[in-house]
């Protein structure tokens, strides 16, 4: 890994929750639109995480993956997973997924008239992607586009580079669509670089707006079956990382419930 250039230390957000040790610490889709725009407005740069289930298979056995999210600005629950986890403490949460703010984020960057950039997927869904939104969002000041090559190191030398032309650009807001673990990587070393510049994980968000990619129907978005449906259209790449998901799942609720079990009983106040 290159030394980055700051260790400028990041605003602090109190946690809502913790799911298996990692604190969420924005709870629906509107306050983190608001973070974004806030932190931005001030000079302040940020790293935004969104934990899925994928996310905490990894961050059991990757030392690193659990480094960058200790040091993540911000939080968001991805998943009706993680939803749920929260609700059995008794904490409300939003699933707001890379997916789910790319748009709002864009229009919220229009009107707040804060450039962006987009890294990551490919080149001609970067360029599809940045003529539609162009196309209905007015005002979206689009400063910069990269797809790096395959095999990118996120920690590189060259994705220092590809952050200092982002950079370089004017742009304030990336979004970085390089998949887990590469996108968290990228933007926790960036940040440190870059401190004025927000550096957000999509996913596959840039290919469901360039059409490269099909997102699972409202309807299963909204009744938390995302996960069935992608597993139904790629069952050969995704069944042994929902296998692995479905056995930390369990883990974690079995742990909550032990939890629970031994928590001595709170004595009633009688009157």
């Given at each position: ?6 260790e400028k230390v ?248 032990r939890r629970r ?11």
């Amino acid at each position: 890994m290159v030394p980055v250039m700051s260790e400028k230390v990041r605003p602090q957000v109190a946690a809502k929750v913790e799911i298996d040790g990692q604190p969420i610490n924005l709870a629906t889709l509107g306050e983190t639109i608001e973070a974004v725009v806030t932190s931005l407005k001030a000079g302040r740069g940020f790293s935004l995480f969104t934990l899925n289930m994928d996310h905490l298979v990894k961050l059991r056995s990757e030392s690193a993956f659990r480094e960058a999210y200790s040091r993540a600005t911000f939080v968001t629950a991805d998943g009706a997973p993680v939803v749920w986890l929260a609700r059995r403490q008794g904490v409300a949460l939003e699933r707001t997924t890379g997916a789910d703010l790319f748009v709002p984020l864009c229009e919220a960057a229009a009107r707040a008239q804060i450039p962006v950039a987009f890294f990551g997927a490919s080149q001609s869904s970067l360029e599809a992607a940045a003529a539609r939104l162009r196309e209905t969002i007015p005002g979206l000041d689009i400063r910069y586009v990269e797809a790096p090559a395959q095999g990118f190191d996120p920690t590189s030398s060259a994705a220092c580079e590809a952050a200092d032309r982002i950079a370089a650009s004017g742009a304030r807001l990336c979004f970085v669509a390089l998949g887990a673990p590469k996108q968290e990587y990228f933007s926790d070393v960036m940040l440190r670089r870059h401190p004025g510049i927000g550096f957000l994980g999509v996913g596959a968000a840039i290919d469901f707006v360039s059409g490269e990619q099909v997102r699972a129907p409202a309807l299963f978005q909204r009744t938390g079956l995302e996960w069935f449906w992608r597993l139904a259209t790629n069952p050969r790449r995704m069944f042994t990382r929902y296998a692995r998901c479905a056995l930390t799942l369990a883990s974690i609720a079995l742990q909550d419930l032990r939890r629970r079990q031994a928590a001595p009983a709170v004595p009633s106040v009688n009157g």
